[in-house]
């Protein structure tokens, strides 16, 4: 099966700095990529995707990045606020009868210091 | 973006009792849905796949006699924690898949006296 593997587990930055969350996939055959972000005890919101047939995605301050040859994808957060504090996941997944299964990576403690 | 409801958002109940969560898609139909476990500070970890009309995929080392799904309708799948231990005490999430992504219920938090 698919193993997803995410780093760093936490990450502090200051306010307007960049931030950069990686992750890395095993099966070749996945070919889409989306990224969460989850605040303490709510559910986890997709704020940005990719699938393997685009190199680079990018919406206002966060872009992802896909090299598919050495299977790793990346999360980019520009400037970065006091709001972008949460835990980010990354997943990987292919597609399915009946809806994509997605492989979770074990997530990034995002802490952006004021 | 497509909504996913569940219920209750949270539950205490005292060890050896039952609890069901309901998963909702409630505007689009849904013919797989997942449930996932997390404990704090940690990654959501996939417990089954709830397949409409027929039994449900359990992942490995997850006991299917514990944790009992249902898919009764496209909208609409349920987990029954059965007879259940502190150890069971975590944040249960559902989400159900479109063609372009899964979206996710709001959770549930068990907690198990």
């Known amino acids: 099966g698919e193993n997803v593997e995410q780093h760093p587990s936490t990450l502090s930055v200051q306010e307007g700095d960049s931030a950069v969350i990686k992750c890395t996939y095993s099966?070749?055959?996945?070919?889409?990529f989306p990224w969460y972000k989850q605040e303490l005890g709510k559910r986890p919101q997709l704020i940005i995707d990719?699938?393997?047939?685009?190199g680079e995605k990018k919406d206002q301050r966060i872009a992802v990045t896909l090299n598919k040859t050495a299977k790793h994808f990346s999360l980019h957060i520009t400037e970065t606020q006091p709001e972008d504090s949460a835990v980010y996941f990354c997943?990987?997944?292919?597609?399915?009868?009946?809806?994509?299964?997605?492989?979770f990576g074990t997530g990034t403690s995002l802490t952006v210091i004021p | 973006g497509a909504v996913v409801s569940q219920h209750p958002s949270r539950v205490i109940c005292k060890s050896g009792t039952s609890v069901k969560i309901e998963c909702r898609s409630l505007?689009?139909?849904?013919?797989?849905m997942f449930w996932y476990r997390q404990f704090p500070k940690q990654s959501l970890m996939l417990m089954a796949t709830?397949?409409?009309?027929?039994?449900?995929?359990?992942e490995q080392g997850v006991e299917k006699d514990k944790f009992l799904i249902n898919h009764a309708s496209l909208t609409l799948s349920t987990l029954t924690v059965t007879s259940a231990h502190p150890e069971d005490s975590s944040f249960y999430i559902c989400?159900?898949?479109?063609?372009?992504?899964?979206?996710f219920g709001p959770g549930t938090r068990l907690l198990v006296l």
């Open positions: 505007d689009f139909q849904a013919t797989t």
């Open positions: 989400s159900a898949p479109t063609e372009a992504t899964q979206y």
């Open positions: 997943a990987a997944s292919r597609r399915r009868q009946g809806g994509n299964q997605f492989y």
């Open positions: 099966d070749s055959a996945s070919n889409y």
């Open positions: 990719i699938r393997s047939n685009v």
């Open positions: 709830s397949n409409e009309g027929s039994k449900a995929t359990y």
